[in-house]
């Protein structure tokens, strides 16, 4: 296919149909408030951000489709951008799966995004979406490790566990969202790559499963994942800085 006739059109999949159980009981994390607003509403703003980002497409709880869409209406976002809302899944790559199979025939790039990182910078995704366009089959935003990791053979829980090896730190990369795909490349992945359990947390790793490259981009601070109480403090510490910093 030549460049002319390649859709350049890019959207977005939030998987939003998770529980988010280590944040402690209450609402959906996706629907945690963060600075007042929910964080799902926070990341779907961060990828309508990105003046690439011509849809977002939000998958809900399989039987939560309707208050999303609700959600959605009620908080402002950029008219520029077209949103939909459809089911999910029992796991998050079948949600990915049913997100994928919403889109239009023009999108040629996809983004996938954690609802859980809602304070991705618009530069991080645009820095994904332009390495996608520059040939990239997946990309991912990535950042180097502060500590020292050590591989472990698990034992029970609280037990000593012993040591197996200690990778070397300047070949580690901690992995964040939006990972970018080029269109057929992830959904060969969500076809051909067949994942047990959970199901595939990471997109990318599919891809790896293909054979196809996947380069990393640098990804940012502010992109963190919200999964534990400890994580909205800082995420409300960060929304609060910028507030101040931007006036909004």
Same mark, same amino acid.
């Given at each position: 296919?030549?460049?002319?006739?390649?859709?350049?059109?890019?959207?977005?999949?939030?998987?939003?149909?998770?529980?988010?159980?280590?944040?402690?009981?209450?609402?959906?994390?996706?629907?945690?408030?963060?600075?007042?607003?929910?964080?799902?509403?926070?990341?779907?703003?961060?990828?309508?951000?990105?003046?690439?980002?011509?849809?977002?497409?939000? !998958?809900? &709880?399989?039987?939560?489709?309707?208050?999303?869409?609700?959600? #959605?209406?009620?908080? %402002? +976002? @950029? /008219?520029?951008?077209?949103?939909? !809302?459809? &089911?999910?899944?029992?796991?998050?790559?079948?949600?990915?799966? #049913?997100?994928?199979? %919403? +889109? @239009? /025939?023009?999108?040629?790039?996809?983004?996938?995004?954690?609802?859980?990182?809602?304070?991705?910078?618009?530069?991080?995704?645009?820095?994904?979406?332009?390495?996608?366009?520059?040939?990239?089959?997946?990309?991912?935003?990535?950042?180097?490790?502060?500590?020292?990791?050590?591989?472990?053979?698990?034992?029970?829980?609280?037990?000593?566990?012993?040591?197996?090896?200690?990778?070397?730190?300047?070949?580690?990369?901690?992995?964040?969202?939006?990972?970018?795909?080029?269109?057929?490349?992830?959904?060969?992945?969500?076809?051909?790559?067949?994942?047990?359990?959970?199901?595939?947390?990471?997109?990318?790793?599919?891809?790896?499963?293909?054979?196809?490259?996947?380069?990393?981009?640098?990804?940012?601070?502010?992109?963190?994942?919200?999964?534990?109480?400890?994580?909205?403090?800082?995420?409300?510490?960060?929304?609060?800085?910028?507030?101040?910093?931007?006036?909004?």
């Amino acid at each position: 296919m030549s460049d002319q006739s390649r859709p350049h059109r890019t959207a977005a999949v939030i998987p939003a149909a998770g529980r988010g159980v280590r944040l402690g009981p209450g609402a959906p994390k996706a629907l945690r408030a963060l600075g007042g607003t929910p964080m799902l509403i926070h990341a779907v703003r961060a990828m309508a951000a990105s003046r690439h980002v011509s849809l977002v497409v939000v !998958v809900a &709880p399989p039987d939560g489709a309707p208050g999303v869409r609700s959600l #959605l209406d009620e908080h %402002a +976002l @950029p /008219e520029r951008t077209d949103f939909l !809302v459809v &089911p999910g899944g029992a796991t998050r790559q079948e949600s990915v799966r #049913l997100g994928l199979d %919403a +889109l @239009p /025939e023009d999108i040629g790039v996809v983004l996938v995004h954690d609802a859980a990182r809602p304070l991705v910078p618009v530069d991080t995704v645009d820095a994904v979406i332009e390495a996608v366009r520059d040939g990239a089959p997946a990309v991912v935003p990535a950042l180097p490790l502060a500590d020292t990791v050590k591989e472990v053979e698990p034992g029970a829980p609280g037990e000593p566990e012993p040591v197996l090896s200690t990778p070397v730190r300047a070949r580690l990369r901690a992995v964040q969202t939006p990972q970018g795909f080029d269109r057929d490349t992830l959904m060969r992945a969500h076809e051909e790559v067949a994942v047990s359990g959970e199901g595939a947390t990471d997109d990318a790793g599919m891809v790896e499963r293909l054979g196809a490259p996947v380069v990393v981009v640098p990804g940012h601070e502010e992109a963190f994942k919200v999964t534990r109480p400890l994580d909205l403090v800082l995420a409300e510490a960060v929304l609060a800085r910028r507030r101040a910093n931007d006036g909004f």
